[in-house]
């Protein structure tokens, strides 16, 4: 049996390319949803001007990264930009049990590893309205030169030819109305029957005496 098969909380994988806007829409995700949290990932790349060690990101160094890698101690990894990034194994399993619904922010590569694993897992792919405007997103961080934007727009290309492997397609052209969809995509899997059988088990058993 698959130790996921009994967990109560739903877990969702949200990709996206760089600059579609998916971190500042999964923020605003969670601040509107109860009982929903994000996964947390370890990742070797060096930490950037405003992120926080164990808010953003696990900030670990390869030899440490490759240790808890051959323990198997993720539940999924990639590595991206030369950078590892993995999803640590016991903090999602322990949160699903505990029935806190988790979002793994992860690419293509890592949301096949989940479904792989996890069947029940919803995958949502998060895309930009046009290539000029995920362009002038890139260019608007203003932490990047001009080869590393067109690194970054290849790589773009390269992530969104996966769209069709996502459960769902949000669109973030009006930012306002790509939370609606997610917040509607997430409404939706809690009414679900397998998630209201269980939410509803006492109601449930009292109407069917």
Known sequence: MNKYDNVTGQLYVISAPSGAGKTSLVKALLESTPKLQVSVSHT??????????????????????????????????AQVFGNFYGTSRQAIQERLADGI?????????GARQVKALVDTAVSIFV??????????????????????????????????AHYNEADFIVLNDDFETALLDLQSIVRAQR???????????SVIADLLR
């Open 101 to 109: 619904d988790i979002i793994l922010e992860i690419d293509w590569q």
């Open 44 to 77: 070797t790349r060096q930490i950037r001007p405003g992120e926080t060690d164990g808010i953003n990101y696990h900030f670990v160094d390869e030899s440490e990264f490759a240790s808890i890698r051959d323990a198997n101690g993720f539940f999924e990894w």
């Open 191 to 201: 009414l679900s029957q397998q998630s209201q059988s269980i939410q509803l088990t």
């Open 127 to 160: 895309l930009p309205p046009s290539t000029a405007t995920l362009r002038s997103r890139l260019m608007d961080r203003g932490q990047d030169n001009e080869e590393i934007i067109e690194g970054r727009m290849q790589a773009a290309r390269d992530e969104m």
